[in-house]
């Protein structure tokens, strides 16, 4: 991995890291790979990395899975072959990579998948990595615990064939959500490789192995077969809603280049087509984490479908379990279709029959035909009660006795109504309905946002000689009494039980999940306030008023001050951390030589 890497090019120390060098001198393995990794063609190409660290940055490997008659489905290629899966996530690969037959997918279908990675795998390069997920937005940042698989299946009548009929899929599997760049990826490249095979899937992987980092916020170039794609993965800092673009410029180079206008999101509103009216009971259920089935006639429907119901509460993250494409041979299928306990909290995309029986009991079914888009303005489908589906020859629909909370937005209804009949095209009602979700995630969320930054002790109770206080406790209560005056209604026109709307979200696994980032947010701004309050002291004169022991200590804990910051990233300026070196070096000079030798080994490694 990294650190090895690291360790055999341990000679050349001057490319610079993304990050500034730790003020003890102290550099990560990661960084360094960092640092090759960012640039290159630079200068120090004796940082160059492994062969394959760059291509595992993007991809963990591409599979391809074929049609035996002897074995079913099977895993006939791994690329690079090096690449390591379990034997329980080879079959979920395999059953995950092809439509269930009734699905009757002729010619070409692109999905995509998610699946639990089996645990106890170390990844390499992880320190580099972690460094580039602190810059994501807060629904991009990667789950360890699962892997996505992008695929791209080809069924085609061959005579020359047992079974009458060619069936395979490349699939790349992948740590990152980036759905849109993956897509644009299998479309370029999959339709080739299905004429020439090995050799052609062998240059697809060296091209991705020279691809830069999936560094956020930067327009990236990625070569592959001839093509370059141009993209820009978005930061944190971006402002919700808002997507800079990334232009297509004309190179004289002879190299085509497309410009992707996004990594991550899909066609929101061809997916909401088919339950068009009920956007506004769909966003609800999404943002309380209930257990919602999508039954769709194919994985590409599916999958697409999930990923707009999960993308529908950005900016805040869908914090429980979700599957673009589920089948009855999922690993999970028993955990999650028993009827012994209530549904839990998940997002399943499925297209099997066999689900309209298995999930009848589920509380909020959503039906839908093919995903065409309307020439004429959707018809109004009812929300109908869960006791009429009883096949999946049921019609398209939301089967549900949920009531919402809040009233019905008529307005986004008439806009986009309006667009269809204006021949609108799809990309332009999709930014409407981003914007709409967008802000009504917003009205909801910013009342919580206010209240939790009350929760931060003042800043004239930070003692350099105490530990940082405290987070005062969330109290649901004090949180209720904020919204009269401070609630939704200052931003949203929408009328409705926002209270009961609020109560619920304070049980729900998305809550929970939002809580705790913004706990440990504040917890670290804290720590970086102490840091601060400590650097402005003058711990010299400090230390001469002290015995030995005391100031033996004082440097320790210090130096343990210093490593916390750099383990942790937190938010405090390089300025800040040189400035307590210099006192740490300080105090150490003023001591005993034999004191100084012991305490400059210590705690800098």
């Known amino acids: 991995g990294a650190g090895a890497a690291a360790g055999r090019r341990g000679g050349c120390s001057s490319a610079m890291s993304l990050r500034e060098r730790s003020p003890g001198g102290a550099v990560e393995a990661g960084e360094d790979a960092?640092?090759?990794?960012?640039?290159?063609?630079?200068?120090?190409?004796?940082?160059?990395l492994l062969p394959w660290d760059r291509f595992s940055a993007w991809l963990h490997c591409v599979c391809v899975v074929g049609f035996d008659l002897e074995l079913g489905q099977a895993v006939e290629v791994i690329y690079p072959p090096h690449s390591k899966l379990s034997d329980k996530e080879k079959t979920n690969i395999c059953y995950l990579s092809f439509p269930d037959s009734n699905s009757g997918c002729l010619g070409d279908t692109q999905f995509c998948f998610r699946f639990r990675r089996s645990p106890g795998r170390k990844v390499s390069l992880c320190c580099f990595l972690d460094q580039l997920d602190r810059d994501l937005p807060v629904y991009l940042k990667k789950d360890p615990a699962y892997y996505y698989g992008y695929v791209y299946f080809r069924q085609v009548r061959d005579k020359s064939l047992k079974r009458g009929y060619f069936q395979k899929s490349l699939v790349l599997i992948s740590k990152l959500p980036y759905v849109h760049l993956f897509r644009t990826m299998l479309k370029?490249?999959?339709p080739e490789y299905f004429e020439k095979s090995e050799a052609f899937l062998e240059a697809v992987c060296s091209d991705v192995d020279r691809w830069p980092p999936p560094i956020p916020g930067k327009i990236l170039h990625l070569p592959i077969m001839g093509i370059i794609m141009k993209l820009r993965i978005p930061t944190y800092r971006d402002k919700p809603g808002t997507t800079p673009i990334v232009q297509n410029i004309h190179q004289a180079d002879a190299q085509i280049s497309m410009a992707l206008p996004?990594?991550?999101?899909?066609?929101?509103?061809?997916?909401?087509?088919?339950?068009?009216?009920?956007?506004?009971?769909?966003?609800?259920?999404?943002?309380?984490?209930?257990?919602?089935?999508?039954?769709?006639?194919?994985?590409?429907?599916?999958?697409?479908?999930?990923?707009?119901?999960?993308s529908c509460i950005s900016p805040l993250k869908y914090c429980s379990d979700f599957?673009?494409?589920?089948?009855?041979?999922?690993?999970?299928?028993?955990?999650?279709?028993?009827?012994?306990?209530?549904?839990?909290?998940?997002?399943?995309?499925?297209?099997?029959?066999?689900?309209?029986?298995?999930?009848?009991?589920?509380?909020?079914?959503?039906?839908?035909?093919?995903?065409?888009?309307?020439?004429?303005?959707?018809?109004?489908?009812?929300?109908?009660?869960?006791?009429?589906?009883?096949?999946?020859?049921?019609?398209?629909?939301?089967y549900t006795s949920y009531k919402p909370y809040l009233n019905k937005d008529e307005e986004i209804v008439k806009q986009l109504q309006k667009g269809v009949q204006q021949k609108r095209p799809t990309e332009a009602q999709s930014v409407i309905l981003r914007r709409y979700f967008l802000e009504l995630t917003e009205s909801f969320i910013i009342p919580l946002e206010r209240y939790v930054a009350s929760l931060m002790p003042l800043q004239k109770c930070i003692s350099p000689w105490k530990s940082p206080p405290q987070l005062r406790q969330f109290s649901q209560d004090d949180f209720m009494k904020t919204l009269e005056k401070a609630g939704p209604q200052l931003t949203s026109g929408l009328k409705g039980d926002w209270i009961g709307l609020y109560r619920h979200f304070l049980k729900s696994p998305n809550f929970d999940g939002w809580f705790r980032s913004r706990q440990k947010e504040m917890t670290q701004k804290l720590e970086a306030l102490h840091l601060e309050a400590l650097c402005n002291e003058n711990l010299v004169f400090w230390s001469q008023k002290h015995t030995e022991v005391e100031t033996v200590d004082l440097v320790l804990k210090l130096k343990n001050k210093l490593l916390q910051a750099d383990r942790e990233q937190l938010p405090v300026k390089i300025d800040t951390l040189k400035k307590l070196q210099t006192h740490i070096n300080d105090i150490i000079l003023a001591l005993p030589d034999d004191l100084q030798d012991i305490l400059l080994k210590t705690g800098t490694t």
């Open 34 to 48: 960092a640092a090759a990794l960012a640039e290159p063609d630079g200068p120090d190409r004796c940082l160059s």
């Open 188 to 190: 370029q490249i999959a």
């Open 262 to 310: 996004t990594v991550h999101e899909v066609d929101l509103f061809r997916c909401f087509c088919p339950v068009f009216f009920h956007i506004q009971m769909l966003w609800e259920l999404v943002l309380l984490g209930e257990p919602l089935v999508v039954m769709a006639p194919s994985p590409s429907e599916s999958s697409e479908t999930v990923l707009a119901l999960v």
């Open 323 to 398: 599957r673009p494409y589920f089948t009855i041979h999922d690993s999970e299928f028993k955990e999650y279709t028993t009827r012994t306990q209530a549904p839990p909290s998940v997002i399943l995309g499925v297209t099997n029959p066999f689900f309209a029986k298995t999930l009848q009991h589920w509380p909020h079914i959503i039906r839908i035909g093919d995903i065409k888009l309307p020439g004429e303005v959707p018809k109004q489908v009812k929300v109908k009660k869960l006791k009429n589906l009883k096949t999946l020859d049921s019609k398209p629909g939301v």
